[in-house]
């Protein structure tokens, strides 16, 4: 099994859609979670924190479910510029296990 | 806003050769990392540094590599013998324990190409 699995994708959405990504991980001793999202040939950047209560910043709602090791992010009215690849991101003592990403494309 | 960044932004070396990235981290932070990402796969782990020595590494990170914080602000990663297979975007990364949570802070890259 993966370390960190995701939603292979691409998601190909109109503009205003909600859409969610699903993620899990292998190692039950992950200590904190995290969404980040890559734009093409650039750095990924921190998106939002996860935490097991469940955290949303503006349109954006992310989940965590330790006993099922599950992760999770909603995007409610997807924008344009939310077009990107999002990565599910794992962490265990400092080492950071990144899922292989999913591709997200709003379109007009 | 403080941000991580890296030097060069492009490298192209001869395999065989040695080659050393640069990043100078966010300067309140604590622990310093170093990634990388073959063109078009995932995001790879290498190592993460903290207090002058390496806490954590992958099994990618053998004899070859090495890290060093020369200065104060300076985190360096040399790859030694370089091949064909090295290339790729190296990325640093830096956080500060927030609340018991690491969030890290990407540096821009530094793109290897091994000739």
């Known amino acids: 099994r993966k370390e960190v699995e995701q939603d292979p994708g691409p998601f190909n959405v109109p503009e205003g859609a909600t859409v969610a990504f699903n993620c899990t991980y292998s190692?039950?001793?992950?200590?904190?979670f995290f969404w980040y999202r890559q734009d093409c040939r650039k750095e990924p950047k921190l998106l939002m924190s996860?935490?097991?209560s469940g955290n949303e910043d503006g349109r954006f709602t992310a989940q965590l479910n330790r006993a099922s090791q599950y992760i999770s992010l909603l995007i409610r009215d997807s924008k344009l510029s939310d077009s990107a690849t999002y990565l599910c991101?794992?962490?265990?003592?400092?080492?950071?296990?990144f899922g292989a990403g999913t591709r997200l494309t709003v379109k007009p | 806003e403080p941000e991580v960044t890296q030097t060069p932004s492009h490298q192209v070396t001869q395999m065989g050769q040695e080659v050393i990235l640069r990043c100078v981290p966010i300067?309140?932070?604590?622990?310093f990392y170093w990634y990388r990402q073959i063109l078009g796969q995932k995001v790879e782990f290498l190592v993460s540094?903290?207090?002058?020595?390496?806490?954590?590494k992958s099994e990618i990170f053998d004899d070859q590599f090495s890290v060093e914080r020369p200065d104060g602000s300076n985190f360096t990663l040399k790859i030694r013998s370089t091949k064909l297979e090295d290339s790729a975007m190296y990325f640093c990364?830096?956080?500060?324990?927030?609340?018991?949570?690491?969030?890290?802070?990407f540096g821009p890259g530094t793109r290897l190409l091994v000739l």
């Open positions: 996860v935490y097991s």
């Open positions: 540094f903290y207090n002058n020595e390496i806490s954590e």
């Open positions: 300067s309140n932070h604590l622990y």
């Open positions: 990364a830096s956080s500060a324990d927030i609340n018991g949570l690491e969030t890290q802070y």
């Open positions: 190692n039950s001793a992950s200590q904190s």
């Open positions: 991101v794992v962490n265990l003592n400092n080492d950071m296990r």
